[in-house]
């Protein structure tokens, strides 16, 4: 759900208008959900092959060196996540609501998808954190992944291959095992299993790094993407959900750069930019409202709404700013710059 711009990087307004369908996406399944099929679902891949898409290109292609890489991730998330999560805790302490310090821990540090409160009895809004407790475990595999390709001549490209594998084997060996709201609401999908989109996005990248990215007639990109969220239908087992669904996601976003101009034009609709600009923050400041409506506490019309609301006062009063001011400190430290290959 991230989007590492700088000096040095050529910024793509295609790649924002993804993130945009995304959070879209994942609104729509949260606020008017579609009988059949979960769109909140299809927002998060579509977030998960994006990120691996970015990430691989800043710890492979790029080669950043990894304090700079850590940094931007730190700059890019902690405020706003850590602000989020404290304006919760205090908004149900101020008014008289459980807290469960548990969960605000788990969710503070990113481990949510593996320690979670009681199967579909969360007390906090903190719950959505398990897909950004996915990302930022990838992104240290990832970032080892690199280190080891740097200094040690691993093959980068077989790697993420095989750990997408594994990640996928994972998905059926659950899938066999468990069922019902253990496998939909455990830690099973919500783990490994989920940081497959973000590996298998890295493989595809490193795949055509090598080689030359096609270019499909118009009508190709369209119908990958219509096919991955289709993959997402109910009846389809969660394993082929996965693999196939999340897989043809991921060779969409990796397609993007030579796709027909038509294409990143549709995806660079200015709305669709802005959304996906401010998708991280209404990522964080949906869940509340998303739950309120869920509950039938406030319509989901007037829920969306205020998700908005606060997900871009979130963005220009808090995200961007302590961003930007953190990323210029630490330049002024003599970090270096991102290093092209």
């Known amino acids: 759900m991230n989007h590492e711009t700088s000096l040095t990087f050529n910024h793509l307004d295609y790649l924002d208008g993804w993130r945009g369908l995304a959070i879209v996406f994942l609104l729509i399944g949260h606020f008017f959900p579609v009988p059949g099929i979960n769109l909140g679902t299809v927002g998060v891949n579509l977030f998960f092959v994006l990120s691996g898409y970015l990430m691989g290109q800043l ?7 990894l304090p700079v890489f850590y940094r931007r991730r730190i700059s890019r998330i902690v405020p706003a996540h850590v602000f989020f999560i404290l304006a919760m805790t205090l908004f149900y302490v101020f008014t008289g609501k459980p807290v469960d310090g548990y969960e605000t821990l788990a969710a503070l540090f990113f481990v949510n998808n593996y320690f979670q409160g009681e199967l579909g ?8 954190i398990w897909s950004l407790s996915v990302e930022e475990h ?3 595999l990832l970032s080892l992944v690199a280190l080891a390709a740097r200094q040690g001549g691993l093959n980068a490209r077989r790697t ?3 750990l997408a594998l594994c990640f996928s084997a994972m998905g059926f060996w659950y899938w066999r095992h468990y069922a019902g709201p253990e496998l939909v609401f455990g830690k099973w999908i919500r783990s490994e299993v989920s940081a497959y989109g973000i590996f298998v996005s890295t493989f595809l990248l490193l795949f055509f790094a090598k080689r030359k990215i096609p270019r499909l007639p118009v009508l190709v990109y369209p119908m990958l993407l219509c096919t991955g969220i289709m993959m997402h239908w109910w009846s389809i087992p969660a394993p082929f959900r996965t693999t196939l669904g999340v897989g043809l996601l991921a060779l969409a976003v990796n397609l993007l750069p030579n796709a027909p101009p038509y294409i990143q034009q549709v ?3 200015k709305p669709l930019r802005f959304m996906g600009l401010w998708s991280f923050s209404i990522y964080l400041w949906q869940q509340p409202f998303y739950l309120a409506a869920y509950k039938g506490i406030i319509p989901g ?3 969306i709404s205020l998700a908005m609301v606060c997900g871009t006062l979130s963005f220009y009063l808090l995200e961007r700013p302590l961003r930007t001011y953190l990323n210029r400190v630490w330049l002024k430290t003599g970090q270096p710059r991102l290093k092209p290959v």
């Open 301 to 303: 019309y007037v829920a």
């Open 138 to 140: 990838s992104y240290l």
């Open 267 to 269: 995806l660079a609709f």
């Open 160 to 162: 993420v291959a095989v």
């Open 121 to 128: 009895k969360s007390v906090m809004p903190l719950g959505h």
């Open 59 to 65: 710890l492979f292609i790029k080669e950043t060196a």
